[in-house]
């Protein structure tokens, strides 16, 4: 992962940890309302990818295990990781593109009401993505994957030359010669791998998008309610396709492009769809990005944009991210697709704890709070969820107390910590495992293996009964917790 050039160490602080009566006059463990759907606390678990599906996308019982140990801290909500709308294979991440996927889903629900004894609310971040490839071995990018045009025979003087000439020719050149004749587009596949984009309008698959993607959206979430889910999250940010659309870089001529208006129409259309087939009486938002954080990308007055338009629609909530785009990720390895956290955008999204003067924590709050402050002059309501290093009290009371956000994420301190939420609320805050902020579990995402915590997978190995990667050496959930006195 890129990091900032200053290379500042930054440590997690403890802050000041509430009493248990503290705690019960907290604004964070106070009731909030998310359009029909009351969360307990304003507590939030925001979607993260373990990769614990079945290569068909189906649930695990370790995908079980994961969101019931997570529901065990009763969090006011939690949001299940990104889950695939359509019904095509894409490795061991959740699918929700038939129907044969409903009863595992449910399996999950049941779970986490179990486990968090019916406190926890559980939404599914659903999400569309186009197709991108492993970066190529360069010998099969050009016998293989290259078309050959007119432009590269022009370009080498090879008009007549058989195509496998040409080839074999531009296997020859190096990478500035090759600049001359490529495009753009074709280095950049060579370089990191194709990737499909939005703007892709010839490929007739993608002109089509704003056609069918609304019904796609609209009968995932018919499936997600059908499975008990209390809500759904749209996925409409980082490197994916509908946040492709919001993009400032998405200039289709098509009324779906360019503009504003232009690029929210698609997000919208698809809110209403979904909307349509969910019904006013449950609860639907969305996640989109405060800031893409790339050279010409969105910023955050285009977020505001869309902010307002989405509360104007009578989205439910709106959850804020920042960054995490293909558009200046790192090369990856041969064989390996690129991945959109790599880049400085990544960093934004995910900062890691050496960084630069404005350190790790809370990257996003401003943003995030010009985006609720432009949806409250609006003389609106809805819920805005801000995620970003957040990791002690202070920090989430803070936000709430100054009214510059409604419902705090925390994801990786979930991650290293799930008890947190318990821990704090009952006084024992000074039992939380704080996250290092290091990344090991965003390494893991990043070569798809199951992720897991550094602060806890190794320890207890022998545990009866507890499951574990397939090498035997990382246990997949935290031990239990139990707190000194009954929360
Ligand atoms: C392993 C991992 C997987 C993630 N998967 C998703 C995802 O599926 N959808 C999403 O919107 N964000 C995803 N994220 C981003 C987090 O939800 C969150 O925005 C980010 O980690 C910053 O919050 P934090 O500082 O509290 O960790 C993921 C993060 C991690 C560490």
Redesign the pocket.
Known sequence: MWRPPQKIKWKPQTGHWPSREQAAGARLFSPVQCGPLRLATRTWI????PWRATEDGFVTEDNIEWYARFAAGKPGAIVI??TGIRDVPSGPLLRIGHDRFIPGLRKIVDAVREASQGETRLLI?IIDFLSIRKRPEPQRFFERFLRITDQHRAALKMQDAPEEQVRQRLMTLDTAELADVLTRREMEDLRMGARERVTDVHLPHIEELPRVLPDLFATAGRRAREAGFDGIEL?Y??AYTMASFLSAVNQRGDGYGGSLEGRARLPLEVYQSVRAAVGQDYALGC?FLADECIPGGSTVEDAAYFGLAFARAGMDFLSL?RGGKFDDAQQPDIGWSAYPYTGPSGYE??PHATSDEKGPFGRNFDPSAHIRAAIRADGLHTPVVV????HNFDQAEQLLADDRADVI?????S?ADPDWFTKVRCGQGDKVMLCSYTNY??A??EKHEV?TCKHWDRLNLDEPGIRKTPDGRRRLIPAAWTPEVSA
């Not at 925001?46 to 990818?49: D, I, L, N, T």
């Not at 995620?387 to 957040?390: F, H, I, K, W, Y």
């Not at 994420?409 to 301190?413: E, S, W």
């Open positions: 925001p979607a993260m990818v990781e990104a971040q996925h940010a980082h996640r991210s999204c995910m995620t970003g290093g957040v994420g925390f994801a990786r301190q991650l579990c965003e893991l995402d992720v």
